[in-house]
């Protein structure tokens, strides 16, 4: 089931629309790609969960430890793959989230699920969970083996025309939308996310999407940015 978990009326303002226009959406909204009819996809979900602090609404965002084997550095919405005792896309979300940042399920309110998603890099077909941060608890890199930093990144900041723009693989044909946003660099399944949800919030501002840039030289450079930002010099 995708669509409205609660009557929008029941959200705050700035959530209503979201949570209104899900009830219309389907999978080609956000994604191009169908999972494959040859070979079985592995189901996973992830934790949208939006909050509202002094500076506005915000989205939490965590930062993948380098040293994993898979998407290593890469940014996430918290989330993960199901497992046998989960009830449904909403509790893998929220068990993933509790695990994965230590935010406390008691707080978050799910207000709505969006289409299965499909990622072909990984094999998962993954649900989006929106949610409302109702009672906002202490977040951290739980596990510092598999998440190296957890943010609240004000939606309004994601929203800065200056801090998008599209990155391309060489040679692979693909091209998406990307942010540098508090020492993130946020691209991939999780960037086109946000992109669309920017889109249907009402939260977008005019870009420029002329702005593309080689995903390897981009990421290249936003890491010698955080180096100097950390240690004052380039290395």
Known sequence: MTGPLVH?????????????????????????????????TRDASVLVLFGDDHHGPDVLLLRRADTLDSHAGQVAFPGGGVEAADGGPVDTALREAEEETGVDPAGVRPVAVLPQLYVPVSGFAVTPVLAHWQRPSPVRAVDPRETATVARVPVAELAEPSNRFQVYKRGSGWKGPAFEVDGLFVWGFTAGLLSVLLNLGGWERD???????DLDVALAEHEARVRRAVFGRGE
């Open 8 to 40: 929008p009326d029941e959200t705050p303002h700035w959530l209503r629309g979201l949570v209104e226009v899900s009830a219309e959406l389907d999978a080609a909204t956000f994604t191009r790609f169908a999972p494959p009819r040859d070979r079985p």
């Open 207 to 213: 870009w420029d999407t002329t702005d593309v840039r």
